[in-house]
């Protein structure tokens, strides 16, 4: 049988997947990141981790029609060099060179994000539906948009950078250099941060019951864990980031009028205490609500997304 590897280099760990030509993880495994060895050290630890994952399943060389690689950052024209990842510290990194020194096989390489928008298309929460679009909040907001079916990246792969529209002007100061992007106010980052100064300026609030009186502890579901004991601050915090988290979906809808949009992250354990309210005001504030607005869905390929969308790449086209 033929199968693909999937590939995902991340910050924390390199992870590598067998996927079949149905989209289907058969198997994974991971490496710690050397985030402070070179570019060719992380692509080499990569490489025996392919090897090993195929020795284990005893899956031979042979079989692999190709290697998707999936990593943050801005691909190249051609797809062989990620140009720019703060994250990793890449720039011009000739990602597809490096890996053909170790594989004698079509190799790929996209943004990691789009990755994950790829598998929730062919075999997630998009499946059967042409136009969709996947938001990843984690530490940042990143995200995917297909278009009949296709991966769009537009001019040199360089759009589709869903975390930097403004939605706050007088907001926080943004990586980017620009100022309340959406990354700034609806990642679990800034939930986290917006949750923890609601507890600073309420020592008695549950936020602080909640997490034992250690601030390290919260996490982006919190606010909502301490609202649903009657917290007014927690109340706050969360409602204010359910009206930007909307107020950006919206604007999305607004320009691609997607038939889903698909979340993806920790804050999506809520579920429908999440999706409910935000998909309200959808129905009250989409512009062509009276003809159209999109499902609200969490994604259904969990921590194997980009894994599965970095095994696909060989097949899937883009705009």
């Given at each position: ?91 011009n990194a000739p990602i597809k060179d490096e890996f053909k020194k170790h594989f004698n096989v079509p190799i790929f390489v996209e943004n990691d994000a789009h990755c994950a928008a790829i598998s929730e298309s062919a075999s997630g929460a998009a499946e059967d539906l042409d136009y969709s679009l996947t938001i990843n909040i984690g530490t940042g907001i990143s995200g995917g948009i297909i278009i009949d079916n296709r991966l769009y990246t537009g ?165």
């Amino acid at each position: 049988m033929k199968i693909n590897i999937g590939v995902e280099i991340g910050a924390q760990f390199i992870k590598a997947g067998i996927v079949d030509k149905y989209g289907r993880l058969l198997a994974r495994d991971k490496v710690p990141t050397k985030v402070d060895g070179s570019f060719e050290q992380i692509v080499y630890d990569a490489s025996n981790l392919i090897l090993n994952l195929l020795e284990d399943k005893d899956y031979d060389i042979k079989s692999v029609k190709s290697i998707g690689v999936a990593s943050p950052g801005v691909p190249d024209e051609d797809n062989s060099k990620i140009m720019k990842t703060y994250i990793l510290g890449f720039y011009n990194a000739p990602i597809k060179d490096e890996f053909k020194k170790h594989f004698n096989v079509p190799i790929f390489v996209e943004n990691d994000a789009h990755c994950a928008a790829i598998s929730e298309s062919a075999s997630g929460a998009a499946e059967d539906l042409d136009y969709s679009l996947t938001i990843n909040i984690g530490t940042g907001i990143s995200g995917g948009i297909i278009i009949d079916n296709r991966l769009y990246t537009g001019q040199n792969n360089a759009g589709a950078v869903l975390g930097h529209m403004v939605i706050d002007k007088s907001g926080r100061k943004c990586s980017c250099g620009r100022t309340g992007c959406f990354e700034t106010v609806c990642s679990a980052k800034a939930l986290i941060e917006d949750t923890k100064e609601a507890a600073l300026k309420n020592p008695d609030s549950q936020i602080m019951k909640i997490c034992n009186n250690d601030l390290s502890l919260v996490t982006e579901t919190t606010a909502y864990e301490a609202m649903t004991l009657d917290d007014q601050s927690a109340k706050e915090v969360f409602d204010r980031y359910v009206d930007n988290l909307a107020a950006a979906l919206i604007n999305y809808t607004n320009i691609l009028m997607p038939e889903v949009i698909i979340l993806c992250g920790g804050i999506t354990e809520l579920g429908e205490n999440l999706l409910k309210p935000i998909r309200e005001k959808m129905h009250r504030e989409v512009y062509s609500r009276e003809a159209a607005v999109p499902m609200l869905k969490c994604s259904e390929m969990g921590s194997a997304s980009v894994l599965v969308g970095a095994g696909m790449l060989a097949t899937y086209k883009k705009h």
